[in-house]
């Protein structure tokens, strides 16, 4: 097959994928291959012992929170004992942000592609200051997330039932014309899902003083949006997967230790290497050394084509990452060079609404010496700590020179 | 006194004032001289002769909302009769979109500026399609105002009052950074209102399903903080009015007929000359013919340093607008020319977190020929009808010039 056809095809079909926001439930119920002594991760195949430390702490803190471990030492024996088994978030139509760990008991939003009818699945988003994806588990972060199960996710599943799903690819379309790029900045993104919710939150909440909380908890936090997003653009990038003898990159994904990604025609391959530190700004009292390396499923935002490759519809995120607004727009424009195609539903005003970069191609990258620019929160390195800035990074170039050898021995270039 | 120094201080006045949304009241309980007889409207003074179509549609509407009159007749009589006095607005601490007819028993909303004590008004916005504003005053209009005014507007209230205040300058330096210029666009201060008040309403409401169609309401009008959003500037232009020398602009209106603006050093003169057509883009089956002269107190929007003044900040309003994202950016450029200083709170993003042009200067605006840009919405020229289009538009030069000469001959230069 011509592969100019097939990288036509897959990104038409990543670019056609209509994801909707239909349902929560919890993830032992719905995601495919759940189990009770399964957790998932973000980012390529990890053991314990490679695992960094943010990644470390969310799992004991799942393993708490599920209350099969009292305590560090119990939680890391029974990883370690192999009574616990850990797999990608990916590996089950499954994204979470930054350390990505979603145990059985988490509820987790059902993103339906309404195009092609692929399903996928990310957890909901605890906010700020110390929280499980950022390797945090103490009490307070245990407590916010019994909350979260027990009193908020009853209140959000009966909302987002009531509301006939929310279309999360036009609340992208929308959020990119008014600041955000969806994947570091998702401040109007959330406050369009607050009015989607909120006229059923108010109805299904069983108690004004939960309505109340709940309203607040979403308004508040200016990533509510960021999983439901996340888990459109799996939904949409998993739509250009398994195209034969395309060279458009699918999943890219970091655990911590190692940045990975997969090609649309090659199957379930990962090709991985050592995750760099991000660069970019930190919050008080933190610097470059405390930072953990690169971490999160989050990065599936760029490979859907919004995220870092937005950056020129989000000029104020540069107060965040670092750079100027003129930075942000050179980091679109350089996106470009690398990608196969430009949306057709995701625009940048400041670009006289041209589509944002879409679809990227290993041959691209390899050929001109750019990789693909992602726009992400830094986790302390160690454990129960939490976030301590944002900033930019890029994967090792390593990566997608392996994968374009793989791809002409698969197919025989 | 020195003009420069004068006008350092009403420029600084302005950009001090911290206006807070901070309750909401039936006019005649809290707007200073209304009462039962009176009408408020938008722009400079105006009698029912000389009033445009969707100004008496709307004097037409406000009387049958108040049962004064059965129809367009005998509320035509009243005017006419000297039953019902009309007076600007801006003569009572007040503003209002459009026609910006405000009568007694409707609910305004009350901001005061923090920093210096002076309060402002303005109604509640009623959404789109045929409205009050634009001059339509059917059954379907009567009974929105009814149930905005019954069920809507003694929850607000109630909300306003638990939260305490919200910040509309804060909310104003949010939404520049997230694609809105806060005259013509006000999607995400309208979702950042939303959010300040959905804990609230939830709360409040007395039934889940008040609380719903508030939030629904509300969330889904992108206009809903236009009005708090007016009555800040109001707040903030007025905090820069009645310094003594200076050739600030602290008031622009229109009524649909005449273009008035007021200078800061010369007291509550107003200086008036024949309003012109925008020039934008209609809604299907409308054109330029069917377009009222510009009309509305929101230019108070521009006066304060916002709306087409910093529509680079809002580069994907030129969908609705007409012109590209870079006229939007020359708009703003050109306005700095006119503009006494830079704001402090409202900055923009594109350029470089730039504070917006602030404080019109009459004699800048003569000595350049540059007038100040506005951006706003088009009214149909018959009653009864509603929004047509929107666009851009500048006041006439010559009321410029007349304040130029009234200044001279004041101060004796």
Redesign the interface.
């Known amino acids: 097959m011509d592969i100019e056809e097939a990288n036509t095809d897959a990104a038409q079909r990543m670019i056609e994928a209509r994801p909707v926001l239909v349902g929560l439930r919890k993830a032992r119920d719905v995601i495919p291959g759940m189990r009770d002594n399964l957790l998932l991760h973000a980012g390529p195949p990890i053991t314990w012992d490679r695992a960094s430390g943010p990644l470390r702490g969310a799992i004991i803190g799942a393993l708490i929170f599920e209350g099969l471990a009292d305590d560090e030492d119990a939680a890391e024996a029974m990883v370690v004992n192999g009574e616990i088994d850990l797999e990608p978030c990916h590996h089950h139509q499954t994204v979470g942000p930054m350390a990505g760990v979603i145990s059985p008991s988490m509820s987790v939003y059902i993103v339906e592609n309404e195009t092609h009818g692929n399903k996928s699945y990310s957890n909901i988003n605890e906010g700020y200051g110390k929280v499980l994806r950022y390797g945090a588990y103490s009490e307070d972060v245990q407590e916010r997330l019994r909350w979260m199960e027990d009193v908020m996710a009853p209140v959000l599943a009966d909302a987002i039932a009531a509301s006939e799903g929310i279309d999360i690819r036009t609340l992208l379309s929308e959020a990119l014309?008014?600041?955000?790029e969806g994947h570091n900045r998702n401040?109007?993104g959330s406050?369009?899902f607050?009015?989607a919710l909120?006229?059923?939150?108010?109805?299904v909440?069983g108690s004004?003083?939960t309505?109340?909380?709940v309203?607040?908890f979403i308004?508040?936090n200016a990533l509510s949006v960021l999983n439901p997003v996340m888990a459109a653009c799996k939904a949409m990038a998993d739509a250009g997967h398994d195209v034969e003898g395309s060279t458009i990159v699918t999943v890219m994904a970091r655990n911590g230790t190692d940045f990975g990604i997969r090609i649309s025609g090659l199957g379930e391959r990962w090709f991985t290497a050592p995750a760099d530190v991000p660069d970019g700004l930190y919050f008080p009292s933190f610097e470059a050394d405390d930072a953990n390396a690169d971490i999160g499923d989050s990065t599936i935002t760029e490979t859907a084509g919004i995220g870092g490759f937005a950056m020129a519809a989000a000029?104020?995120i540069?107060?965040f990452v670092s750079g100027?607004?003129?930075d942000a727009v050179n980091t679109t424009m350089e996106m470009y060079e690398i990608n196969y195609a430009e949306h057709k539903h995701f625009t940048i005003?400041?670009?006289?609404?041209r589509g944002t970069p879409t679809g990227i191609d290993v041959r691209k990258v390899v050929e001109k010496g750019i990789t693909p620019c992602v726009n992400t929160g830094i986790a302390h390195k160690e454990p129960g700590i939490g976030q301590i800035g944002a900033g930019l990074v890029r994967p090792p170039m390593a990566i997608f020179e392996e994968a374009l050898v793989a791809f002409a021995e698969e197919y025989g270039y």
């Open positions: 014309h008014m600041g955000d401040k109007a406050l369009l607050l009015k909120s006229p059923h939150v108010a109805k909440a004004v003083e309505a109340s909380e309203l607040g308004g508040d000029p104020a540069v107060t100027t607004p003129k005003p400041q670009l006289d609404f």
